[in-house]
């Protein structure tokens, strides 16, 4: 038997390392495909918010 802590830590490290994985695919394609536009990358959920109000 597992124990509860021991699997939302163990899925809590796998979800990190999936999340790193994504990022990291999300900025090689971004660099890729929006080289002009990549200062603006780190401000886009900051935009997004700001117009949604």
């Not at 929006?34 to 959920?45: A, F």
Request: glycine content about 6%; charged content about 15%.
């Amino acid at each position: 038997m597992v124990s509860v802590a021991d699997f939302f830590s163990r899925s809590a490290t796998v979800g990190a390392e999936v999340n790193q994985k994504l990022i990291g695919h999300y900025r090689m394609s971004s660099y890729a495909s929006q080289e002009h536009r990549e200062p603006l990358s780190g401000w886009t959920p900051f935009i997004a918010i700001a117009s949604m109000r």
